[in-house]
């Protein structure tokens, strides 16, 4: 039963184009929503994040949209460069104290074509 | 530079033997964490930690342990190692409780079981 979805394995966008990075989500108690990039043979690093209080956080050229009544957050890179190439997952939590448990989704492989 | 490393990177072993896979971060972080990343499912948690001496399951705990007995290392042992924990592990950590605090997160160790 997979609570966060990413239902893209794989997108491909030319360079200097937004890429849009999707996400759904089927727990209505996640209120934290995080996305992580990671590069082959790597760990995830963190990128950007957001509480279920905002609809939109702004990160240089990541952004990240919430729609809590569709349970739907999306990542838009704008402009897609090639080093943005990796796999994306995204991320959600319940932020009850000492919660720490992250449910992740299965991961949209972005390619950015030169 | 404070870091997390995992060892050994990569592991061969036989179906019915113990593991134990290694994880040490010089960030003096509290918490402490193991996932497995498979196709078709993502990151899932296995153990975590929130200090010295504690240790909690996660999702997936089921044929795996660890321990806690400083503030730097987590070890993941696989007690009978089996074909269906052939994966990807990270290890992760961060400083303080709560999904709003970055999880800095390993290199990996693919283990295969034969």
């Known amino acids: 039963d997979q609570q966060v979805k990413q239902n893209s394995p794989s997108l491909s966008v030319q360079e200097g184009r937004i890429s849009i990075l999707n996400c759904d989500y089927t727990n209505s108690m996640f209120d934290y929503f995080l996305w992580y990039k990671k590069y082959p043979a790597e760990g995830p690093t963190f990128l950007i994040s957001i509480s279920s209080i905002k609809d939109k956080n702004e990160d240089g050229r990541f952004t990240v949209f919430l729609n809590k009544s569709a349970k739907h957050l999306s990542l838009h890179i704008v402009p897609s460069q090639p080093g943005d190439s990796a796999v994306y997952f995204c991320?959600?939590?319940?932020?009850?104290?000492?919660?720490?448990?992250?449910?992740f989704g299965t991961g949209t492989r972005l390619t950015i074509i030169p | 530079d404070a870091e997390i490393t995992q060892s050994p990177r990569h592991k061969i072993t036989e179906t019915g033997r113990q593991v134990t896979l290694a994880c040490h971060q010089t960030w003096n972080h509290n918490n402490m964490f193991w996932y497995r990343q498979d196709l078709g499912h993502g990151l899932r948690l296995i153990h975590y930690?929130?200090?010295?001496?504690?240790?909690n399951k996660g999702e997936v705990s089921d044929g795996y342990s660890v321990s806690r007995s400083n503030t730097e290392d987590l070890p993941l042992t696989l007690e009978s190692a089996a074909s269906s924990q052939t994966s990807v592990y990270f290890c992760?950590?961060?400083?303080?409780?709560?999904?709003?605090?970055?999880?800095?997160f390993g290199p990996g160790t693919r283990l295969t079981v034969l």
């Open positions: 991320a959600a939590a319940v932020s009850n104290f000492g919660n720490e448990k992250l449910t």
């Open positions: 992760a950590s961060s400083e303080r409780e709560g999904p709003y605090n970055e999880q800095f």
């Open positions: 930690s929130y200090g010295v001496q504690d240790t």
